[in-house]
């Protein structure tokens, strides 16, 4: 049997060619809708890039003005990487290995080989490095804070999640800061072969667990929960958690010995939100004020929340806020107010349901990747930070206790994501890339980052070649068949890579004399001497090939979250200052950030329903797409089929829509201080009356409407903030933004992202 795998889920392959099909692997309890797009999207003509090409104007004349609707020049292989290698060699012999970003966000396949990522920075880095980015637009706040107040990384903490399995028939209260949805746990960076979140979420329903969702969306738990809807303002739910924090000081609920015991801190946490620090008591009524939930409701809940074995979750998008920090560091405390943290169905979780292998019951494995090699360059910034750094060279931003200086950078070369996609203030971005002097990317579509590039090679999709899925936290391996051919001169990353290593001298090097197929069976040689170590005996890897899919043996493994430190705090201390949970952290306050000091804080968003600015303005909302992941497939079936006169819905609750004057269906016109951008109405009572939800990832497309630059495709991204959550983590705060809406009344403009740019002939003098 045949298989492939991505992000979005594992297939069975069946026929071959144009009768090929993709079907859903029989044991996965719910198959992604996303999936349902992928072989549409790799065969679109349309977006498909099919030969080497350079942006004409810079081709004669060096131009920088990519406006994304430039023609390009095709050319031949040869003559294509003699170009980027040049220009390669010529910034680093000019400016310094410094002076190139190289940008890549990992998403673009499931396969531990052809991960474009590792194989850009393992290129990069034989040729002297690069400057680099660090932590995720996923979960940046918590990548940061997660390490001083618990002493793990974020990818620990989260693979120490207390385990599905001991939340069923113990949990009885799951109150879902940012909801537990299906729809963001469709995807995971490694591949998954299954889908479960919403099959463990009516299992613990269907065992007695009462289940609370606190989101201005209702749809951010299934619908078979029968959850209690609390919808506070947007990035409110610190002041929220604090009111219910001050309820249990005030009745005395909070378990004073377990705070005792096991953190570090609370005195201070609990004079501040006692009033005593700043003359402000976080009380119930406080917390309504600010938040629009009723006083009784949040009493209540404390009370309820204090006498039942609760779990507290938070969803990843919660952080990605203005001082996002802070929910996570509050609803952490929050938990230990309890004193639950450490027991079966209680606590506190991160990532529930924000990617699908959180929280399942099964053993880590550190399976082997292709590695980087050292970057001899020092240099990086946040990864939100990509358009002050190519805005502002010789600034600097404050990160986790640093001031970092921002190099001069001449030539960006990114491969593996869209930035067009995940960044914030799109319009602020567009003019940001046009400041190096060369952009190089490697990309599978025509995307808005392709067509803002100089040199834009093609790459092969995960369908078009083969590869490995190798998930730590799945329980099974897969071999990822090559389903189709290439499309027109597309390439893989590691031969385009591979043609620039020959241009440096460093191809036996980068290549260890492997092809494709020798990487493969390298990677399986390692992952069987991993698998040993864990009691575990892969198949050779010929085997392997033939099985298309390994299922380990016994793989079950259940995870209390700070199950080994509540057992014995002296013998197993957390890796902090103190060895227990940092309420209170010294380390951070020396910082000395006003937006992040030593504690968690109340502090007003830049922009929220509360300011006095806000009147008749709403809270952009803006959470994973359920049929596309990030910008991929965009061009799919899928997606296409969601959209609304080929523009992204936009979702209304009806009291709304009809102040406004505009029903389901409509164009409107969404504005912000950054941007403008067209969307499609959908009407829907599961909305906080004065917020506007979106899914991210329309493809970009701006362009000039009678004077004013229009997203006419409707990415949400074109109306967000650029800012960093902090001076600690720097985080994204893409839910943090107050938008205008009106009804379009004008033509309704031509998409052009949906198609190829112009291809030109070339000129030869």
Excluded at 84 to 95: F, N, P, S
Excluded at 205 to 214: D, K, L, S, T, W
């Amino acid at each position: 049997m045949r298989y492939t795998a991505a992000h979005w889920g594992t297939y069975v392959v069946e026929g071959k060619a144009d009768g090929v099909s993709l079907n859903p692997l029989a044991d996965d309890p719910q198959p992604s809708t996303i999936g349902r797009g992928w072989l549409s999207a790799v065969r679109d003509q349309g977006t498909r890039i099919r030969r080497p090409s350079v942006r004409r104007a810079w081709l004669e004349k060096r131009d920088r003005d990519r406006t994304g609707d430039d023609p390009f020049v095709e050319l031949p292989w040869d003559e294509a990487l003699d170009l980027a290698a040049d220009e390669l060699r010529r910034v680093v012999d000019t400016h310094g290995n410094k002076a190139i970003f190289g940008g890549s966000y990992g998403w673009a396949s499931a396969g531990r080989f052809h991960h474009a990522q590792s194989q850009l920075r393992r290129f990069l880095n034989l040729i002297g490095g690069y400057t680099r980015s660090v932590d995720t637009y996923s979960h940046a706040a918590g990548e940061v804070l997660l390490p001083h107040v618990t002493g793990m990384s974020n990818g620990l903490f989260q693979d120490c999640m207390t385990s599905w399995s001991l939340l069923d028939g113990n949990t009885e209260l799951l109150v879902c800061f940012g909801g537990i949805s299906g729809r963001t746990a469709q995807v995971m960076s490694s591949g998954t072969t299954g889908h479960e979140v919403e099959s463990w979420l009516a299992r613990i329903h269907r065992a007695g667990a009462r289940v609370v969702n606190i989101s201005p969306r209702r749809a951010d738990v299934p619908g078979v929960l029968d959850a209690e809807w609390i919808a506070p303002r947007p990035n409110t739910d610190t002041a929220l958690m604090m009111g219910l924090a001050h309820v249990l000081i005030e009745e005395g609920l909070a378990d004073r010995s377990f705070l005792q015991r096991y953190t570090h801190g609370w005195p201070v946490l609990e004079a501040y939100i006692k009033g005593e620090t700043d003359g402000i008591a976080k009380t119930a009524a406080w917390a309504s004020a600010i938040t629009g939930v009723a006083e009784a409701r949040i009493r209540d809940l404390a009370r309820e929340m204090a006498a039942k074995r609760t779990m507290i979750s938070l969803a990843w998008g919660i952080q990605r806020a203005d001082h996002g920090e802070q929910p996570l560091w509050m609803g952490l405390a929050l938990a230990a107010m309890l004193g639950q943290i450490g027991t079966k169905g209680g606590g506190f979780g991160f990532g529930y349901g924000s990617t699908t292998p959180v929280g399942r019951p099964i053993r880590s494995l550190p399976w082997p990747s292709v590695a980087q090699g050292r970057n001899a360059v020092p240099d990086y910034i946040p990864v939100a930070k990509i358009a002050d750094l190519l805005l502002d060279p010789g600034g600097s931003c404050t990160y986790n206790g640093k001031t970092l200086v921002y190099p001069d950078i001449r030539l960006v070369y990114w491969t593996g994501g869209n930035p067009f996609h995940a960044h914030q203030d799109l319009n602020r971005l567009a003019e940001a890339w046009k400041r190096p002097e060369t952009v190089i990317v490697n990309d599978i579509w025509w995307t808005p980052t392709a067509r803002r590039a100089d040199i834009v090679l093609p790459a092969t999709s995960p369908l078009e070649r083969e590869d490995i899925m190798l998930n730590r936290r799945d329980g099974s391996l897969v071999f990822m068949d090559k389903v189709l051919e290439p499309l027109g001169e597309a390439r893989d990353d590691h031969a385009i890579f591979r043609g620039l290593a020959e241009r440096f001298g460093v191809v036996d090097t980068f290549t260890e004399g492997r092809d494709q197929d020798g990487w493969l069976r390298h990677l399986w040689e390692q992952s069987s001497k991993v698998a040993v170590q864990h009691g575990v005996d892969l198949p050779d890897f010929d085997t392997f090939r033939s099985m298309g899919r390994f299922d380990r043996p016994d793989p079950t493994g259940e995870v209390i979250q700070f199950g080994d430190f509540i057992a014995d705090p002296d013998g197993n201390p957390l890796a902090t200052p103190s060895g227990r949970i940092q309420l209170h952290s010294e380390v951070i306050a020396g910082f000395g950030l006003a937006d992040c000091p030593g504690h968690p804080v109340w502090i007003e968003p830049t922009e929220w329903l509360g300011a006095k600015d806000s009147v008749g303005r709403l809270h952009l909302v803006s959470g994973q797409s359920i049929s596309r992941l990030h910008g991929q497939l965009d061009n799919g079936s899928v997606a296409r089929a969601t959209k609304i006169d080929g523009r992204e819905p936009v979702y209304l609750h009806p009291t709304t829509a009809q102040r406004l004057g505009i029903g389901s269906g409509d164009i409107v016109l969404l504005s912000s201080h950054r941007g403008k951008a067209l969307a499609g109405v959908v009407v829907d009572d599961g909305i906080r009356e004065d917020v506007a939800w979106m899914g991210t990832g329309a493809w970009y497309d701006a362009q000039q409407i009678d004077g004013e630059l229009i997203d006419v495709h409707g990415n949400p991204n074109t109306l967000t903030i650029d800012k960093g959550t902090s001076g600690l983590a720097q985080g994204n705060i893409a839910h943090t933004a107050l938008i205008e809406i009106r009804k379009w009344v004008g033509p309704l403009p031509d998409l052009t992202i949906d198609r190829q740019p112009p291809i030109e002939d070339r000129i030869v003098y």
